[in-house]
């Protein structure tokens, strides 16, 4: 079945006007899209942190908790400010195995003023997973989250 990546998108919008906060809305976006994509085995974020990449909201296994930027599918998709679809973890240098079972990922940059202050990171257990229409389809998705959040922390008063 097709993923539906314009209601996705809508749906981020849709959750916004509920709360503008980060953390909601990419616990949301991330048991969204693990429910709406098939053959994938981990989708969630990493932020920016004290110049490294923090584990953030995700659904799936238990993930490595920082990657340094410039270091895994992660970190190189940080300092280079763009996506990366890895057909074939194996073949990149450096990739960092949360779960030997991943084969293929996708990671998009997530900015804000001016600067990257996150990522969107899924995994799939099959080789190829990602097309160019899923690389879209899921920028846009990163695209709605860059224009409908607000990056403050909650207030625990
Ligand atoms: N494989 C990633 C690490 C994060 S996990 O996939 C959740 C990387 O190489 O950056």
């Known amino acids: 079945m097709e993923t539906d990546y314009k209601m996705m ?4 919008v ?3 006007e509920a ?3 980060w953390l909601p809305i990419m616990a949301n976006v991330s048991a969204m899209i693990f429910e709406e994509m098939e053959g994938i085995n981990w989708a969630g974020f990493y932020v920016m942190d004290k ?5 953030g909201p995700f659904a799936g296994k238990v993930a ?7 270091k895994g599918v992660c970190g190189t998709a940080v300092e280079r400010d763009e996506t990366l679809v890895v057909p074939d ?3 990149f240098a ?4 949360c779960d030997s ?3 293929s990922e996708i990671v998009i940059p997530i900015h804000a003023g001016g600067r990257v202050v996150g990522v969107l990171d899924i995994d799939s257990p099959r080789e190829g997973r990602f097309s160019e229409e899923d690389r879209k389809g899921l920028e846009g998705i990163v695209r709605a989250i860059e224009e409908n959040i607000e990056w403050r922390s909650p207030d625990f008063a």
Do not use: N, P, T, W
């Open 19 to 21: 709360d503008m906060g």
């Open 9 to 12: 998108a809508a749906e981020v």
């Open 14 to 16: 849709s959750l916004s």
């Open 89 to 91: 973890v194996h073949a």
């Open 94 to 97: 450096g990739h960092i195995a």
């Open 51 to 55: 110049g490294s990449l923090l584990l």
């Open 101 to 103: 079972a991943s084969r």
């Open 64 to 70: 490595c908790i920082r990657i340094k930027v410039g």
